[in-house]
C-alpha cells in the first residue's frame, strides 16, 4: 500500500514543548521566582497532561480543550515551586506559553517536502488555533487540523484516529500516524494506520527521549527529513 | 473591532460550483446522454442541496457527508434526464465533481493577500477531503478547515458559526463570514459574527446570482479582491 496521507503528532514530535515552555516560564516568572528550574517548570507542567486528559478520556466531564486544562493545571505547578501571587494576566500568558513552541530545526523544510506529494495535518490533542498558532510561527503547512479539536476527545481513543482517517478518506494502511512515542503509535496501529516513529532523542531535556520505537512500526526514522528520504520525498 | 479571521463559503463564494460539475457531466455522460444540458443537469443536482441537508439538520436522520448526500441524490437526478443505465463507477466519479472545481479567477491571489494578516477558513458544508481537493487543485492555503465536518452539522445551524468562532478563538466580530449567499450572512450576523457578502453574478450560470446582499452586512464587495483591499490587505 502506498502512503497517501500522514497525521502528526506535534508536542514533542514536531516541536519542542519543553524549551519553548521554558523559556515562556522563565520570561514571565523570572522576577518572581529568581533561580526557578524553568525546565522542571515545564517538566512538573507536562506532567498534569496526561491525568487531566483522563478526565476527559474517561467520560466524568464533557470535553474541554487544551488550553483549559493547561490553565487548570498550573496553580498546582505554581505552588509545587512555591510561586504565590501570580496574576490572571500572568497565568492566562504562561498558558499561551504552549502555542509559542519551536519546531524541532529540520521540519519545516522536511514538511514542505513531505507536502509536495502526501496530504498531511495535525492529530494533536492540542485545540485548532494552537495548531494554528505553531504552525505560523515555524512556517508550516497543512492541509487540515485534525486532533482533539475535530474529535472533541484525546489521544489514545479511538476517535481521534478513526475521524483522522475518514477525514482525508483513504484507507487506515494509506494513512500513516506520525509520532516519537510508541504509545500513540500502537494505538494508531490497532485502527489499522500505518506509522512512522521519530526519534526526539531530546524531548524531556536531560531525561532524554525515545530513541527508538518499543512496539512494530511501518517506518523508523531519525527525525522528519530522515523520513522524508525513506518515503522518497524529494 | 478588526477583523482577525475570516471563514469562507465556498460553493458559488470561493468556487464556481456550476462549471465545473457541468465539465464533469459532459465528459462522463456523452456518451450516453448525447445533447445533454450539463449546466441544467448541474442545476438540478444543487436543487437537491438544500433538501438532502435537511434530513439531517432537522435530527431526521444522523449526520452524513455532502458526498454521500450528492450519491443519493443523483440517481433521481439521472432519472430526471431520461439517463439510465449509469454504471456506479460512473456515478462515483460523477460524485468526485465536486471536488474538481474550480475557483472564480481572483480567488487564488486574493485569498494569498488576505493569508498575510488574517487566519482563514473554509466554513463550507463540504467535508475535510472535499475542502482540502479543491484547495489542492486551486492552490489555496487555509489555516484550518471548518464547517459541516467539523460541526457535524449544516448551514445554517447555529454549531457552524459558533464552532467557527470558537476554533480562532477571537471575539465573534473579529470573525467574519465571507459568502455569496445572503442567508448565510444573515445566520452569520445572527450568532455575533461580522459579515462579508461576494456578488458572484454568473454562480448560477444564465440564471446569475445575489447581485448585492439583501441583509445588512459588515462589507459589500465585487469580489474577494476587492474585499481584500477594503480590508488594507495588499
Known sequence: MTIRALVFDVFGTLVDWRSGVAREVQRLLAAQAPGLDAGAFADAWRARYQPSMETVRSGARAFV??????????????????????????????????????????????LARLRKTLLLAPNSNGPVRLMVDLARRNGLVFDAILGAGYSRDYKPKPALYRDAVA???????????????????????????????IARLNEHGPAGGETGPTVPVTYAAADLADLADQLGCR
Chains 1, 2 share one sequence.
Do not use: C, N, Y
Open 65 to 110: 480543550d487544551l488550553d483549559t486544562l493547561h490553565a487548570e493545571s498550573l496553580p498546582d505547578v505554581l505552588a509545587q515551586f512555591g510561586i504565590a501571587d501570580v496574576s490572571e494576566a500572568v497565568q492566562a500568558e504562561l498558558v499561551q506559553a504552549w502555542h509559542r513552541l519551536d519546531a524541532w530545526p529540520e521540519v519545516p523544510a522536511a
Open 167 to 197: 477525514a482525508f478518506g483513504f484507507a487506515p494502511e494509506e494513512t500513516m500516524m506520525v509520532a516519537a512515542h510508541s504509545s500513540d503509535l500502537a494505538a494508531a496501529a490497532s485502527h489499522g494506520l500505518a506509522t512512522a516513529h
